[in-house]
């Protein structure tokens, strides 16, 4: 499929701990498309990290094949065409929350004049508007609370319109109204667009907010053949 995002066959991942093998992801296979919404459930440690860091080429697998066909080499995938939120924030400490969110953009080398600085300026401002962080623009991380840093991670992460945005449990440390507040925003911010957006979560209630469901269980991934199991 042309417009595929990543294709992946047989796709696994063996983690070795001496003569100890651990099976993360066993066979997977898998097409994601532009636009899509979906929730990758399953409980901790059922192999979800596992699989987006595989989709994002920051890890390698064991064995079979992913490939990016819209995106090109795995080398060019991070930040402008793969952007990432992890469990915890990992925010940089020494910078602002604005500078934060600037990242993206300026490692994409959108800042190499005047004028693209101002525009770099202009949509981190927009961003931190939609993620309803414009008060916080230039706070620390440390005077910020732990929503408050994952509200920044995910404005960072969807900034630079990604073509596919990964996130591993980002309402995983937030309370149930934090957590759909943050998903609302994400969710509005995508509206009208083509970036793919990948969920993993324990969570029901961030799942049946996706289109499609994949469910991971011991590092088999089933559901990927449809494109709206919900039902």
Known sequence: MRDALIEAQSLSRIYRHGETQVVAL?????VLERGARIALAGRSGSGKTTLLHLMAALDTPTSGVIAWPALGSPDTLRPAKISLVFQTPSLLEPLTVSENVALPLLMADTADSGACADSVERTVADALATF???????????ELSGGQMQRVAVARASVGRPLIILADEPTGQLD???G???LDALIAHLADTSTAL???THDPAVSERMNTIWHMERGVLTGAGSTDNRT
């Open 26 to 30: 066993a066979s997977a296979s898998f």
């Open 132 to 142: 309803g962080l414009e008060a916080l623009a230039q706070k620390m991380p440390e």
């Open 176 to 178: 149930q109204a934090t």
């Open 180 to 182: 759909q507040a943050l």
């Open 198 to 200: 990948v969920i993993a």
